[in-house]
């Protein structure tokens, strides 16, 4: 008796921190188009990009499994049909046990745009990326875009994106970052005619900069809601970067950002939002605003006269439906909310 409650008791926790950990996913799905570094098995592929073009382009449901390695290209997805690409993992609630990276390392200059600087870039509609880690590795001293979005109903679960400037371009159409990891120093999530999510990340600096560049121009629905985010200090940061790196500077004079109940680990400078430059400030008409931040990195702030800190009740008016529309539940994976 005593030995069948002991057995039961281990195998209970066992269940626990198997749940704990989150669901493991490190084989593909049934159906599933097949990448392997390396592979000379026949029906596999050994780049993500040949997989991506080897689907057909039509109205079908499509899926991608990458095992784990590191694949250095770039990624152009443009079919018409539904997409979901998995990346091999442990655990798929968040992106510390990925596996997988597509890395680049092409500036905006070289390229001749930042869309073309991507390392992967998202040129359809229902798109879904599950922990992966997309990399663009040029460095400091221009734009150099990790991930470039332009579909709408497109979800990131899980992922990271790393670069230094520009890493992350949210463009256009509605999307959803969820429970991964965004690393940057300039203008590190900017964008134009994007509607944009970011829910539970870890959001790592780098260099004094602007997490955000919101280039809205116009008293349109675009916005970019943070809720439930943590600001750190990235890998390899600059010394100089803590008190010289604000929540987001505006691209245009619309720019509309909001943090909600973020956590701060490093300290903002005091103003927490800034002027896109001296001579173009661009805040005639911005919508720069935040709500229970916390954390060492908001002591001592006093918020630039143009931005706003929310109430409770304000505050309650920026959520995932405001961001990307009442509607998103038929498209976000809402395991990761």
Same mark, same amino acid.
């Given at each position: 008796?005593? %030995?069948?409650?002991?057995?039961?008791?281990?195998?209970?926790?066992?269940?626990?921190?198997?749940?704990?950990?989150?669901?493991?996913?490190?084989?593909?799905?049934?159906?599933?188009?097949?990448?392997?570094?390396?592979?000379?098995?026949?029906?596999? %592929?050994?780049?993500?990009?040949?997989?991506?073009?080897?689907?057909?382009?039509?109205?079908?449901?499509?899926?991608?499994?990458?095992?784990?390695?590191?694949?250095?290209?770039?990624?152009?997805?443009?079919?018409?049909?539904?997409?979901?690409?998995?990346?091999?993992?442990?655990?798929?609630?968040?992106?510390?046990?990925?596996?997988?990276?597509?890395?680049?390392?092409?500036?905006?200059?070289?390229?001749?745009?930042?869309?073309?600087?991507?390392?992967?870039?998202?040129?359809?509609?229902?798109?879904?990326?599950?922990?992966?880690?997309?990399?663009?590795?040029?460095?400091?001293?221009?734009?150099?875009?990790?991930?470039?979005?332009?579909?709408?109903?497109?979800?990131?679960?899980?992922?990271? %994106?790393?670069?230094?400037?520009?890493?992350?371009?949210?463009?256009?159409?509605?999307?959803?970052?969820?429970?991964?990891?965004?690393?940057?120093?300039?203008?590190?999530?900017?964008?134009?005619?994007?509607?944009?999510?970011? &829910?539970?990340?870890?959001?790592?600096?780098?260099?004094?900069?602007?997490?955000?560049?919101?280039?809205?121009?116009?008293?349109?629905?675009?916005?970019?809601?943070?809720?439930?985010?943590?600001?750190?200090?990235?890998?390899?940061?600059?010394?100089?970067?803590?008190?010289?790196?604000?929540?987001?500077?505006?691209?245009?004079?619309?720019?509309?950002?909001?943090?909600?109940?973020?956590?701060?680990?490093?300290?903002?400078?005091?103003?927490?939002?800034?002027?896109?430059?001296?001579?173009?400030?661009?805040?005639?008409?911005?919508? %720069?605003?935040?709500?229970?931040?916390?954390?060492?990195?908001?002591? &001592?702030?006093?918020?630039?006269?143009?931005?706003?800190?929310?109430?409770?009740?304000?505050?309650?008016?920026?959520?995932?439906?405001?961001?990307?529309?009442?509607?998103?539940?038929?498209?976000?994976?809402?395991?990761?909310?």
């Amino acid at each position: 008796m005593l %030995f069948s409650s002991r057995y039961a008791f281990l195998a209970l926790v066992a269940f626990v921190a198997d749940v704990a950990l989150g669901a493991s996913r490190t084989s593909p799905p049934s159906g599933a188009v097949i990448v392997r570094a390396g592979t000379t098995t026949a029906g596999e %592929f050994s780049t993500v990009s040949k997989a991506v073009n080897s689907l057909p382009n039509d109205s079908s449901a499509r899926t991608i499994f990458i095992y784990p390695g590191t694949y250095t290209e770039q990624v152009n997805i443009t079919r018409t049909g539904p997409l979901t690409i998995y990346g091999s993992t442990t655990d798929t609630t968040t992106y510390l046990k990925n596996t997988v990276n597509i890395q680049f390392g092409l500036s905006a200059g070289t390229a001749g745009s930042d869309d073309v600087s991507g390392t992967v870039r998202v040129h359809k509609n229902d798109f879904k990326l599950y922990n992966v880690n997309v990399k663009n590795t040029f460095g400091q001293g221009s734009q150099a875009i990790a991930i470039s979005q332009y579909g709408t109903r497109v979800g990131f679960y899980g992922c990271g %994106f790393y670069g230094f400037q520009d890493t992350v371009l949210v463009e256009q159409g509605v999307q959803v970052f969820l429970k991964g990891f965004i690393q940057g120093a300039t203008d590190f999530i900017f964008g134009q005619r994007g509607q944009a999510f970011f &829910g539970g990340n870890t959001i790592a600096v780098t260099a004094p900069g602007y997490v955000t560049a919101s280039g809205r121009s116009s008293n349109d629905n675009t916005s970019y809601v943070f809720d439930g985010n943590t600001i750190v200090l990235g890998s390899g940061a600059a010394s100089t970067t803590p008190g010289k790196f604000y929540l987001g500077r505006p691209w245009s004079d619309y720019a509309k950002v909001i943090f909600k109940n973020t956590v701060v680990n490093v300290a903002l400078n005091s103003a927490v939002w800034s002027t896109w430059s001296t001579s173009t400030p661009n805040t005639d008409h911005v919508f %720069f605003a935040d709500y229970n931040t916390t954390g060492s990195g908001i002591a &001592g702030a006093h918020r630039a006269t143009f931005a706003t800190q929310l109430t409770a009740s304000q505050a309650a008016a920026y959520s995932i439906s405001s961001a990307v529309g009442s509607d998103y539940a038929t498209w976000v994976d809402t395991s990761y909310l």
